[in-house]
């Protein structure tokens, strides 16, 4: 009921509607309808009410990522039309995992702040409270097992979209980092759930920093935020973004097994295609050139003595 509460309010341009109509629009009482503002104005929503003119959004309401705020607009068929939203958690990508046997395909689980925000090989990833956007999404593909390293890719092509369509002109570092003016804005930690022949489910995590101005030491000189270099964006808007295309790119590798059109959207994005890079294993570092970008998402690169060779796993620096 707030969810429809706060989408008459959303749709009405921040003008007055009064408590009548509202409680006329939805069957419900007035005081019902009092009840569900004053629990939206604690949730952070700048709600006036005025005596005898009703109810309106006095300004835009504080960038949360709440299930109203992201549900408002996303034209999505199926991902985000379940969404968990917390004020505070450990891991978005653990939380996920818990709940995917029971729930829908394309769930999004979101939090405000993480406390123990997992990176990829072990890491941690810093997630403080309104600075970026920690989500999880919940897919449960139709496909064999060994098909799944394709969905990072999808996930990297499809938010490199979604920050160009909102104006911000970035690069993907392979596997899946999202770089912008040469640093690190966005990552994904991809986890799956399976048996031999059969995905369980998937969990894609990402991380993006968007209103960061600090980072802890260690990473301070490689990671920044949209904020940091000058982009101005709510996080809600770029969520939603991010769920249209990746849902776009997903049923088209799903329904149709396209994988060309994605690997090109990737390779247009790519900063190490063609670039002398070191492609780091454990302790081992090696300097090659990196040819091309497979089908498979797989890296090709050139070493010194001549060799093609692919790449699956592992990090690279440029
Ligand atoms: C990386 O190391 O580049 C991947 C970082 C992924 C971080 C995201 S934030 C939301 C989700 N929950 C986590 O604990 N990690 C992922």
Not at 187 to 216: C, D, H, Q, W
Not at 256 to 282: C, P, W
Request: charged residues 30%; glycine residues 6%; aromatic residues 6%.
């Amino acid at each position: 009921m707030r969810k429809k509460i706060i989408n008459i309010i959303l749709d009405n341009n921040r003008e007055f509607i009064s408590g009548e109509e509202i409680s006329k629009q939805l069957g419900i009482s007035r005081s019902a309808v009092w009840k569900h503002i004053k629990s939206l104005k604690e949730e952070g929503y700048n709600i006036e009410s005025i005596n005898k003119k009703g109810y309106r959004l006095k300004e835009k309401p504080k960038d949360l990522l709440s299930s109203q705020n992201i549900a408002h607009e996303l034209n999505t068929k199926f991902l985000g039309k379940s969404i968990f939203h917390f004020e505070t958690i450990d891991s978005t990508n653990t939380y996920a995992k818990k709940i995917a046997s029971e729930e829908v395909d394309g769930t999004v689980v979101i939090s405000e702040e993480q406390t123990l925000g997992r990176g990829r090989l072990g890491r941690i990833w810093d997630s403080k409270a309104y600075e970026g956007i920690w989500m999880s999404i919940i897919l449960k593909p139709n496909i064999l097992p060994y098909r799944t390293p394709f969905l990072t890719i999808i996930a990297g092509a499809s938010i490199a979209n979604a920050l160009n369509n909102l104006g911000v002109s970035v690069g993907i570092k392979w596997p899946n980092d999202i770089i912008l003016n040469g640093k690190k804005l966005c990552g994904i930690l991809t986890e799956l759930s399976a048996e031999i022949e059969r995905v369980n489910y998937i969990v894609l995590g990402i991380g993006m920093n968007v209103k960061n101005l600090n980072f802890p030491n260690e990473i301070e000189n490689i990671a920044t935020s949209l904020c940091k270099e000058g982009y101005d964006l709510s996080r809600v808007d770029i969520v939603r973004e991010i769920l249209c295309e990746l849902e776009k790119n997903y049923l088209e590798f799903i329904k149709n097994e396209n994988r060309e059109k994605i690997i090109d959207t990737y390779k247009k994005y790519s900063v190490v295609l063609g670039k002398n890079i070191f492609v780091i294993k454990n302790d081992d570092r090696e300097l090659v050139e990196c040819v091309d970008i497979n089908i498979d998402g797989n890296l090709i690169v050139k070493k010194s003595n001549g060799a093609i060779k692919e790449v699956m796993s592992g990090e690279v620096s440029v």
